[in-house]
Nanobody, 125 residues
Framework: VQLQASGGGLVQTGGSRRLSCTAS????????MGWFRRAPGKERGFLAS????????FYADSVKGRFTISRDNAEDTVYLQMNSLKPEDTAVYYC???????????????????WGQGTQVTVSS
């Protein structure tokens, strides 16, 4: 599945931003979806995942309480709502898809087979 992430941009510290992820063939509902990010000089890291129904979510400790992953299967879109943004949240953000059921396992980049192109989020201090 080909994914498209959007919604990035420049935001001030403490601000919010919502990212979106869609699929070219409208099949997101068939996958566990995840969000990752790659900050300058760092490896791509896991942020959040959501199961196919949207009932179960799992977060990295670094974003728990600030970021919320959600999905609208009718619109075939997955979102990442980011609040209380900090300069250290500056990164390229990626959505990704994988098969399976559980969201708290298989959170490595290599567990996800399909990726979007990434969208840049820059948080100014």
């Amino acid at each position: 599945v080909q994914l498209q992430a959007s919604g990035g941009g420049l935001v001030q510290t403490g601000g919010s931003r919502r990212l979106s992820c869609t699929a070219s063939d409208r099949t997101l509902r068939n996958y566990v979806m995840g969000w990752f990010r790659r900050a300058p000089g760092k490896e791509r890291g896991f942020l959040a995942s959501i199961d196919r129904s949207g009932d179960r979510r799992f977060y990295a400790d670094s974003v728990k309480g600030r970021f919320t992953i959600s999905r609208d299967n009718a619109e075939d879109t997955v979102y990442l709502q980011m609040n209380s943004l900090k300069p250290e949240d500056t990164a390229v953000y990626y959505c990704a898809a994988r098969s399976g059921t559980y969201v708290h396992t298989r959170t490595r980049s290599t567990d996800f087979g399909s990726w979007g192109q990434g969208t840049q989020v820059t948080v100014s201090s």
